[in-house]
Structures are given as structure tokens and as C-alpha cells.
């Protein structure tokens, strides 16, 4: 009973930022990881509500667990942290989950497992389980302990490569990797981690974070074959004939554009175009901006919107708004990098659709008109459609466009090839053990689902690396 009060007592609280003025000048992460006191007394606000009872009953019941794609087992390594048992809180937090510490930065807490907490349908929100999970982590990688990658495991002479080294392929690799199960990596880029290295900046996650695992995991005998591209049929042939089976996770790296007159003008980008420039002065020793002095405009509402108006800040941009045809609590990212961006200086236009860009005589962009939306009448389903209201033209002068809409599917000539069917969108389909058309070729990640989270790649990767594992008769 006492216990079940501490989240009363306790106000809840949440990293803390570093101010505005001092983190646009650099790329270091915005938040401070939670310190010893702050993670042992915000774990005392957990109620340690009996999840594995519960979660089988009728209704619409939500937990952190449930609400955690790879449902995590939170309470348990709640429960250890706040009992000062880090090695416990440790092995228990990395059993389901490949690689917590990155998913304590990353993942969108607030609609995931913080969402489901049980006090978050109280006054005190929810115990604050992303910020609890990078520091216990954090705390064991300090006192030396390492994630367990099969180090003492026997090896079980079976084979498989792993297409893709995003959290998807990550994972899956991380799993077979315990099993004792020979894994060799291929990625096309020179550096490992997809979009957790190449596309989320380094202000919400630190590059040398995702190194760090790729570290352990080649310890541990992974071989990670860089700049790999597997574009042909004759590649994945020779590693059928080679591997026990494959894992594809190459993710959704179409960026989708805005279909505007003059859209391949001088000055427009796409986001993975300015995020990967951005990125090279956290490896290299680089500092060349192409937004030095512009007045960027970026289309989009959702998290790689977002990621692009604060890189743009950093890039020295003179001004930097935000074009979104919705209003702020329709946006699709987190509500947390909005209320970032406006603190480091972006302003936001709501209701707002690109129509064309204003081009000068060498087709650089001089601006872009757009249009202002509004909601119309719900439809059958109670829904209201956006409109765009006529004659409402403005412009909005600028020197750069960047393009953050979303990211579609690639379809690889040699899917067919192998026998490896696919959706109208071009995403892999598998089945729910995350088996393809081709029964010795799994896929997980953005590539089946279509652009979605870090999370729900790690636990496709996962769940194919079990089921491989039931194929060759392995247990963890
Ligand atoms: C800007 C941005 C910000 C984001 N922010 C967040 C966030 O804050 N939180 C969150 O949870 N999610 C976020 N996401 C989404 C998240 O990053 C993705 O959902 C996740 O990375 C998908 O993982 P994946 O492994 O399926 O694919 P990816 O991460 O895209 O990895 C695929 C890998 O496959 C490689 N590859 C592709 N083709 C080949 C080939 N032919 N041969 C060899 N290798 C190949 C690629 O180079 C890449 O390394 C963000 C996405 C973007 C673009």
C-alpha cells in the first residue's frame, strides 16, 4: 500500500535539456542521461502493477509491457534498479531487448511503453521508463559488464547472413548471435547502424552509442562486411548456396517528394540529403555547411521533419520555418521535438500545402508558393478531410526546400529472382514468423512495414532470429 503511493509523493521527472542558445551551436545530444539519484528515485514511482496477470484479460487494457513492441519486461528491471542491483536490471532489460540503451534515446516513449504505464492515466504521468533504461545501462557498461552476444556459447555450425546492418538486421544478428549461430553482416554504406548512424542526428542519439554494439557483436565473431551492396541476383544465389538462411533488412529509402512545379530546382533537397551532410562532421573532421546563411523552408510534420529544421539550425541557416499542412496536435512525430524545435528558433506554418517553387533565371529557388488547408466536413467514418482553400496563394521566400514526407519501398530486381513476393508498395511480405515467399529468406523492419521505428524493427529482426532458430532446432 505505502508503495503503491511513492507516485503521488514523487514528482515525476524527465531528463533534463541542455538550454537552447548552448545546444544549437553543436550537435551533442540535447538531453543529460538521468544521474544515480534522480534514476533511483524516479524508479520508486513504478507501482510494479502484475502485468503477466493482467495482460491476458478481456478489455482494453494497456501496460508498459504491452505497450512495448518487444514487451520489454519494465517492471522487473524497474524493480532491480531501484533495489541498486544494476547487473540484474542489466541482463534483465537486454534479455528481450537487443540493444536498450539506443532504445532509451530513440523510441517515442510517450505513445509506447510510458503510454501504456498505468499511472500515465493519472495526474503524475507515467514513471519515466526510456530515461530509466539509458542510465541503468549506462551504469553497467561503466561497471564493465557487457551484453551477452554468445561469447560462451558453443558454436552450432549453422550460417546465416544478414542483409542490411539497421536495427532490423541489428537485432536479428544480436539474437542468432546468442545461439550460437554464425553471422556474417552485409552492409552497402561504409559505416554500420542504417538510419540510427546515417539519418537520426546526432543531438537525439550518439553515433559512438550504435558503434559501440557493432564493436561487441564483432568480438563476439561477427563478420561485417562494409560498402557491400547486394543489388544482383547472382549475389543472393551464392549466399543461398552458402548461408543456412538470410535475413533481409534494408529498410525504405525512397524519399517521397511534394510533386511541385519546379521541384528539381536548384535548392531543393531531399532530408536523407542534409541529414548525411550534417552527420559527416560528427565522424570527420568536416565543417562545411550547405545551409550557411540561407532561409531553409521544410516540408513535413513528422519526426525527420523535425530532425531536419534543428540540423538545419545547426547548419548556420539564416531563418528556418516549418511548412505542415495540419496543426501542431495532428503532427505525426513526437510533440517533444516540436516544443525542441521551437525553443532552438523554428517557426512553424500550420495549415499550410506547397504548390510550386519560385525559381530565379538559373533555377535557383527564390521561394514557394503554398496554399492555406482547413478541415472539412467529416466523412462516413466521422473522419475530416483536409482541404486546401482556394485563392489562398501566399509565398513564403526562402533559398532552400527541404523535402521530409516519407519514405517508400525499394523493390530490388532480384526479389523476384528469388522467389521473394512483394506488396503493392514494393514491401517484403512475410508471414507472422517474418518468413518470406522464399522459405530460407526472412525480412523485418521498414522494408516489410514501410518507414515506421527503431523498435518495431528490433522486434522483427528478433522474432525472425527465433524463428530461424526453431528451423535449425536452437534455443537461446
Ligand atoms: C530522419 C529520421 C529520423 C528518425 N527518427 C526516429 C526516432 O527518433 N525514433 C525511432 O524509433 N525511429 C526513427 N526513425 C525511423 C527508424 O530509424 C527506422 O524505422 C529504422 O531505422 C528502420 O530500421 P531498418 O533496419 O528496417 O532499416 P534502416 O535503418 O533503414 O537500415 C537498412 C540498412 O540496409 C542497408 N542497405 C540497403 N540496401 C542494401 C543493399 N542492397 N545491400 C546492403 N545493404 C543495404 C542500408 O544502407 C541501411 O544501413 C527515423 C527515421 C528517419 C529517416
Known amino acids: 500500500m505505502q508503495r503503491k503511493k511513492q507516485y503521488l509523493k514523487i514528482k515525476k521527472e524527465t531528463p533534463r535539456k541542455r538550454e537552447a542558445d548552448e545546444r544549437v551551436i553543436d550537435f551533442h545530444p540535447t538531453y543529460h542521461l538521468f544521474s544515480k539519484e534522480e534514476a533511483d528515485t524516479q524508479s520508486l514511482r513504478c507501482i510494479k502493477c502484475p502485468v503477466d496477470l493482467l495482460k491476458d484479460m478481456s478489455g482494453d487494457f494497456s501496460f508498459c509491457r504491452t505497450g512495448c513492441p518487444l514487451e520489454n519486461k519494465i517492471p522487473l528491471w524497474i524493480e532491480a534498479t531501484k533495489n541498486g542491483d544494476i547487473k540484474k536490471a542489466f541482463e534483465l532489460s537486454n534479455e528481450v531487448s537487443p540493444f536498450p540503451e539506443i532504445l532509451g534515446m530513440v523510441c517515442p516513449h510517450d505513445v509506447l511503453c510510458q503510454g501504456g504505464c498505468t499511472i500515465s492515466k493519472t495526474e503524475s504521468g507515467s514513471v519515466s521508463i526510456g530515461a530509466i533504461e539509458v542510465y541503468l545501462n549506462e551504469q553497467a557498461f561503466k561497471m564493465g559488464l557487457k551484453p551477452d552476444y554468445g561469447q560462451n556459447k558453443d558454436r552450432t555450425g549453422k550460417k546465416v547472413a544478414v542483409i542490411g546492418s539497421g536495427p532490423a538486421g541489428m537485432s536479428c544478428a544480436t539474437f542468432l548471435l546468442r545461439a550460437g549461430v554464425e553471422v556474417d553482416m552485409f552492409e552497402k554504406s561504409d559505416r554500420p547502424g542504417g538510419l540510427l548512424t546515417y539519418g537520426i542526428p546526432n543531438f537525439k542519439i550518439k553515433k559512438d552509442v550504435i558503434l559501440r554494439r557493432f564493436g561487441w557483436m564483432q568480438e563476439a565473431g561477427m563478420n561485417l562486411h562494409l560498402n557491400s551492396d547486394i543489388k544482383d541476383s547472382q549475389q543472393l544465389k551464392n549466399m543461398l548456396d552458402e548461408y543456412d538462411a538470410i535475413f533481409v533488412g534494408l529498410g525504405a529509402p525512397s524519399s517521397r517528394g511534394a510533386r511541385m512545379k519546379n521541384e528539381d530546382s536548384h535548392g531543393v533537397y531531399h532530408v536523407m540529403d542534409i541529414l548525411k551532410h550534417a552527420q559527416k562532421r560528427v565522424f570527420e573532421d568536416f565543417y562545411e555547411s550547405i545551409l550557411e546563411d540561407k532561409h531553409v523552408v521544410v516540408i513535413g510534420g513528422g519526426d525527420s521533419a523535425m530532425d531536419a529544421v534543428r540540423t538545419s539550425v545547426r547548419m548556420n541557416a539564416k531563418s528556418v520555418r516549418c511548412a505542415y499542412r495540419r496543426d501542431q496536435a495532428n503532427m505525426p512525430g513526437s510533440q517533444k521535438e516540436v516544443i525542441n524545435a521551437k525553443e532552438e528558433g523554428v517557426l512553424f506554418e500550420f495549415y499550410t500545402a506547397p504548390k510550386e517553387v519560385v525559381v530565379d533565371k538559373g533555377r535557383h529557388v ?111
Not at 462516413?380 to 482541404?387: H, I, M, Q, T, V
Not at 501566399?394 to 532552400?400: A, G, H, S, W
Not at 522467389?419 to 503493392?424: L, V
Not at 518470406?436 to 527503431?454: C, F, M, P, Q
Request: hydrophobic fraction near 40%; include cysteine.
Open 366 to 476: 527564390k521561394g514557394m508558393i503554398c496554399q492555406k488547408t482547413h478541415l472539412g466536413e467529416p466523412d462516413a467514418s466521422g473522419r475530416r478531410k483536409l482541404e486546401v482553400i482556394e485563392g489562398s496563394d501566399f509565398e513564403l521566400e526562402c533559398d532552400v526546400i527541404i523535402l521530409a514526407l516519407g519514405f517508400d519501398n525499394v523493390e530490388f530486381p532480384w526479389y523476384d529472382d528469388a522467389q521473394i513476393n512483394t506488396g503493392r508498395w514494393g514491401d517484403i511480405l512475410v508471414n507472422e514468423e517474418k518468413r518470406t515467399s522464399n522459405k530460407r529468406v526472412y525480412a523485418g523492419g521498414d522494408a516489410v512495414r514501410g518507414a515506421d521505428l527503431a523498435v518495431t524493427a528490433a522486434a522483427d529482426g528478433r522474432l525472425a532470429a527465433l524463428s530461424m532458430m526453431q528451423d535449425f532446432g536452437l534455443t537461446l
